[in-house]
């Protein structure tokens, strides 16, 4: 049976959105709740996480392909909603199970992975940080789900009672992509699922068929 090296901890963290690195805010942000003296934000919040505007689905899709196109895979995680989040910390700390994520990647990224124990030793507290550095290692591997070109657009939701899908034509692979986002007890909206054209859709944040 193969060991999982990340799992370094003897109870599994509980994803919550923690420990986002201390990053300027993109333009385009809201403040969600008053403006904070000192604030390092452009939007004056509190904290990061305030910091992102979530409030429309629109505006989360924003925030989630504004991330993504900058490589910025902690905000991305930041704004994928709480199912999603132990979706993929399910598959890589608890099973170590790469398939349903990179399909016939998942190798490659595992290596790519587990090619810097030191990072991970750095990372392995804060889930943010371990999914920026699952996809970094996805890149290393060619294996990104779906990549963005500079020609990118989004187009407008569709919405059912509390969630939304809002297509994305990505200019990049694939062509097309639709965006599930939720909107959560606290009224602020989190992409739940990557739609693939050719993917598992009983799977978050994404599924990819073995092939």
Same mark, same amino acid.
């Given at each position: 049976?193969?060991?999982?090296?990340?799992?370094?901890?003897?109870?599994?963290?509980?994803?919550?959105?923690?420990?986002?690195?201390?990053?300027?805010?993109?333009?385009?942000?809201?403040?969600?709740?008053?403006?904070? /003296?000192?604030?390092?934000?452009?939007?004056?919040?509190?904290?990061?996480?305030?910091?992102?505007?979530?409030?429309?689905? !629109?505006? &989360?899709?924003?925030?989630?392909?504004?991330?993504?196109?900058?490589? #910025?895979?902690?905000?991305?995680?930041?704004?994928?909603?709480?199912?999603?989040?132990?979706?993929?910390?399910?598959?890589?700390?608890?099973?170590?199970?790469?398939?349903?994520?990179? &399909?016939?990647?998942?190798?490659?990224?595992?290596?790519?992975?587990? +090619? #810097?124990?030191?990072?991970?030793? !750095?990372?392995?507290?804060?889930?943010?940080?371990?999914?920026?550095?699952?996809?970094? &290692?996805?890149?290393?591997?060619?294996?990104? /789900?779906?990549?963005?070109?500079?020609?990118?657009?989004?187009?407008? /939701?569709?919405?059912?009672?509390?969630?939304?899908?809002?297509?994305?034509?990505?200019? +990049?692979?694939?062509? !097309?992509?639709?965006?599930?986002?939720?909107?959560?007890?606290?009224?602020?909206?989190?992409?739940?699922?990557?739609?693939?054209?050719?993917? #598992?859709?009983?799977?978050?944040?994404?599924?990819?068929?073995?092939?």
């Amino acid at each position: 049976m193969t060991s999982n090296p990340v799992a370094t901890r003897s109870s599994v963290l509980k994803i919550a959105g923690l420990a986002a690195p201390l990053l300027l805010l993109s333009v385009g942000a809201m403040a969600q709740a008053p403006s904070t /003296p000192g604030s390092i934000f452009v939007n004056g919040a509190r904290t990061y996480y305030e910091a992102i505007d979530l409030g429309t689905p !629109e505006a &989360a899709a924003r925030a989630f392909l504004s991330a993504w196109t900058r490589r #910025d895979y902690a905000t991305v995680n930041i704004v994928l909603s709480p199912l999603a989040r132990q979706s993929w910390y399910r598959a890589v700390v608890q099973t170590f199970e790469f398939r349903d994520l990179f &399909a016939s990647h998942a190798d490659a990224v595992k290596d790519a992975l587990m +090619g #810097d124990q030191a990072k991970w030793k !750095e990372v392995e507290d804060d889930p943010n940080m371990m999914f920026d550095a699952l996809l970094q &290692a996805a890149e290393r591997a060619n294996a990104l /789900p779906f990549t963005l070109g500079p020609a990118m657009k989004a187009g407008q /939701p569709t919405l059912s009672g509390t969630r939304a899908a809002l297509p994305v034509a990505t200019a +990049g692979n694939p062509a !097309e992509i639709t965006l599930v986002l939720v909107r959560l007890p606290s009224s602020r909206w989190r992409v739940d699922q990557i739609v693939l054209p050719d993917g #598992d859709r009983s799977l978050k944040p994404w599924g990819l068929k073995a092939k």
